[in-house]
């Protein structure tokens, strides 16, 4: 007797909300991989359970891949540090679209909350349904309105992946500074592309197969992080996350962005750090 196959889920989402299909693709096309640098069988079994022309649509590159997975890497690494120092932390994700980040990393005592737009957390509901530690919040990122859903007790860390690039600069920096604002002691990992990139969207050149990029309005060169703590006074620190890899590509690629002019014109992801209000118990 065979064992009945899960239901065959479509996936009907607007321009921007598409974008979680296509980073979804790339993880599961490098987890397939036997020298994968990203353990993800999550996003295998979505990519196999969701009916969408996924080949079809965006196309296929090992590179591209690759790449996805080292920016997810340094994600992980950093959510995987948090829980490090505090356990029963709460982890909120912006925009997180359809990320299987807590199937790889949770530690069993964390809470996550999941803030993105109702499309978005309809589909995930219906995809991944949330455990007893996880919350799904359908509303906009920018509408600090959610952060009155996070619980502080036991420290916070956001992250923004692959969100902030759909804002405008303004949206951007208001997230930003409400963040720094609302939980002090707390940090905000985020990624940013840099202009080039972000000009090439704008006037549609960035286009593979059947998938049109959308235009990006804000962007960050690497070297530029530094103007991020002009955002809000309690922008207390910002650090560089470093990707990583396996074998000689995943050696030689991190390497290749420590030279110019790739090293202050790459693809980048941040860490803010915010400061503790003085008084704070």
Known sequence: MTSQQPEQVKA???VIPETALWTLYQRAAEAR??????HDPKAVELVDRLDHPFAERFGTSPLQARLQAMRVAC???EVADFLEREPRGTVVCLGEGLETQFWRIDNGRAHWLTVDLPESVELRERL???GPRQRYLAADATDLG???EVDRSHGVLLTAQGLLMYLRPAQVRALIAGCAELFPGGSLVLDAVPHWF?????SGRMRTHGYQ???MPWSM???ERAKLRSADPAVAAVRDVRPSGRGLAGALLPLALTVPPLSTRRPSVTVLDFAERPGRP
């Open 12 to 14: 009907e989402l607007g």
């Open 33 to 38: 991989r036997p020298d994968a640098m990203l």
């Open 75 to 77: 994600f992980d690494r």
């Open 128 to 130: 991944l349904p949330p």
């Open 146 to 148: 959610w952060a009155e």
């Open 198 to 202: 972000a000009r090439l969207t704008r």
């Open 213 to 215: 990029v959308p235009p």
């Open 221 to 223: 060169d690497a070297g």
